[in-house]
């Protein structure tokens, strides 16, 4: 079974590909020759991510998921939610966004935040389209300086609950048994399981 996942990021293409293992097998958008700049203008982490898949379903008429992810900090009234990426610019800079992110909270104590993942799956069956939603939260805190050199994005300053580490100090496995990727793909991966993919 073959699902096109409408990303270009090395990061999230392992991660995904080592959660769903030999179930499928996922094409990015380089192994479809799509070098668009897809657009993201949705408001939302659910819109972004089916615009992002309904692109590729438009296109190159395969089934295909995307997902959007966003930090949510509480004390930010969610911010920088679906502008996580490119919060402190467009130059997608982790750390920029990282200083950005800390001198917003500055000393405020209340550090809770959740990183939320929203997976769209457009499935092309019989010249249908079925859409479906995944979701996966972890929920944690925001801490006052950078631990770890693993992962990406906010790793170093994320601690998930119930854990004394950060995401960047924890390693990819044991991250990616916990993270809210995780949880959305394991969510993916058991609908997946269910059916057989016809292009």
């Known amino acids: 079974m073959k699902l096109v996942f409408a990303t270009n990021n090395k990061h999230k293409l392992s991660e995904i590909r080592a959660i769903l293992g030999e179930q499928v097998e996922i094409l990015s958008l380089e192994d ?5 700049d897809i657009p993201e203008t949705a408001d939302t982490l659910e819109g972004n991510a089916l615009q992002k898949a309904q692109y590729v379903v438009d296109h190159y008429g395969m089934s295909c998921f995307a997902d959007d992810t966003g930090l949510e900090v509480e004390a930010l009234n969610g911010e920088p939610g679906i502008f996580s990426a490119r919060y402190a610019g467009e130059g997608h800079d982790s ?6 992110l800390l001198k917003n909270l500055g000393q405020n104590n209340n550090r809770k935040a959740q990183f939320r993942t929203v997976i769209a799956l457009l499935e092309v069956k019989g010249g249908k389209v079925q859409q479906h939603l995944f979701e996966g939260i972890v929920k944690g805190e925001i801490i006052r300086q950078r631990r770890g050199g693993a992962g990406f994005g906010y790793d170093p300053i994320f601690q998930p609950e119930g854990y004394t580490q950060t995401f960047a100090e924890m390693g990819n496995d044991a991250k990616n ?3 809210h990727r995780a949880r959305a793909v394991k969510k993916l991966a058991e609908y997946v399981g269910t059916l057989n993919v016809e292009h």
């Open 95 to 100: 750390e920029a966004n990282m200083d950005k």
């Open 32 to 36: 479809i020759n799509c070098h668009a």
């Open 177 to 179: 048994n916990i993270s």
